[in-house]
């Protein structure tokens, strides 16, 4: 499968499961969230407790950009060989090599790299100069990543170090350290600085809450937290309510009549492939005790003059609040997916015979679909049409 950037860098946010693409059946559930970097080096103490919020071991809280201009004086592979050098650059687990450098013990690499670190104040940047010939080591240089910390902008360029194993080996190259940050956090603690220092406000989310600046990484860490998100604002009525910027509906369902179903919908023109994925159905009504439903939906994508398209979702068994998550994908061209209707028909599939429960109706030209998931809960009717 493959994923577009654009559709993390708007929402900033993706939770997501994907279909993958070339086999009969599979999902993979992805979790992206675009980062902001930071030159502050006080930044480092948010973004330690950003990670210690998600609980997760393997996530990195700064990027290490090194360019290396050139290294000179390395020592001989054999007395009479010029060695082949290249460069094994490791910080943790992170590692890359650069290009080998023919018979020369004095190499100009002017290249770049970059390395995700896990701990500026205790990891350190290994470079290994290695014969590409014997891969023998010629020469080692240690640095101690939280020395950046110390330095204006947390960057060094073209400074010459000496090498570990031979006095007159040296090396020279440019440091650069940025702290990653949530975005979102990012951008408020910009909008805050016009504030008092203890109100956080969130104009996206329609709110402007009072909240000690230490609490904002928790505001954000919780990410269904952001997208249940709904708020009303002072001088508008009560009914009229606001979402945050995840292009998902913030409204939790209510009892209806025939129920709600909650859908993701999105567009990307790159792979000319319309997304949907069925989430979930809230509130079937339960006509009978003793005959609980086994709610399946089946979809069929149509315009006029073309055969429809039917897929369905797996059917769950004694059920009025069903979980699906099912993903299904229609391959259609830009231009004509304005001319298509989305009919989404919830079903009974209770011992041998289908009943239908209800229906919605999606018209794709009045959605506005692009890479951003839509994701929204629809009310469902009475059947329009045959499924």
Not at 12 to 17: I, V
Not at 133 to 143: C, M, P
Not at 199 to 218: F, T, V, Y
Not at 277 to 290: E, G, Q, V
Request: net charge neutral.
């Amino acid at each position: 499968g493959a994923v577009n950037i654009s559709s993390v860098i708007k929402p900033e946010k993706c939770d997501q499961w994907f279909q993958l693409e070339h086999v009969k059946h599979g999902k993979l559930h992805l979790r992206f969230s675009w980062m902001a970097l930071s030159s502050d080096s006080s930044s480092i103490s948010a973004a330690s407790k950003e990670t210690q919020l998600l609980q997760m071991e393997n996530i990195h809280t700064a990027l290490l950009t090194i360019y290396v201009d050139s290294a000179n004086n390395l020592p001989k592979y054999k007395s009479y060989k010029n060695p082949d050098p290249y460069m094994v650059l490791t910080v943790g687990k992170n590692q890359t090599k650069s290009r080998t450098k023919r018979h020369t013990c004095d190499p100009q690499w002017e290249q770049g790299f970059y390395l995700l670190v896990k701990n500026p104040e205790n990891d350190s940047l290994i470079i290994s100069i290695l014969d590409k010939q014997s891969d023998a080591k010629l020469d080692k240089f240690v640095y101690n990543i939280r020395d950046l910390l110390d330095v204006q902008e947390m960057q060094i360029s073209k400074k010459e170090f000496k090498l570990q194993e031979n006095i007159n080996s040296k090396i020279i190259l440019s440091l650069q350290l940025r702290i990653l940050r949530n975005s979102q956090i990012q951008n408020d603690e910009n909008d805050s600085d016009s504030q008092d220092s203890d109100i956080e406000c969130s104009e996206d989310l329609g709110m402007c809450a009072k909240m000690p600046k230490e609490r904002k990484i928790n505001q954000y860490a919780n990410e269904d937290a952001i997208i249940k998100s709904v708020v009303t604002k002072n001088n508008q009525t009560p009914n009229t309510t606001y979402t945050s910027t995840l292009h998902t509906s913030a409204f939790m369902p209510s009892p209806q009549q025939l129920g709600r179903i909650e859908i993701s919908l999105s567009y990307s023109e790159l792979r000319q492939k319309l997304f949907v994925i069925i989430h979930k159905i809230s509130n079937i009504p339960l006509k009978d005790p003793n005959h609980i439903p086994d709610p399946y939906v089946k979809l069929k994508l149509t315009r006029p003059g073309t055969p429809s398209v039917k897929k369905r979702t797996k059917v769950v068994v004694d059920c009025c609040d069903p979980v699906f998550e099912d993903t299904f994908q229609y391959l259609l061209s830009a231009s004509d997916l304005s001319s298509y209707r989305l009919v989404i028909t919830v079903k009974n599939k209770k011992f041998f015979l289908s009943s239908i429960i209800g229906q919605v109706v999606l018209d794709l030209k009045t959605l506005n679909l692009g890479e951003a998931v839509c994701r929204n809960w629809y009310d469902i009717g009475e059947e329009q049409e045959s499924d």
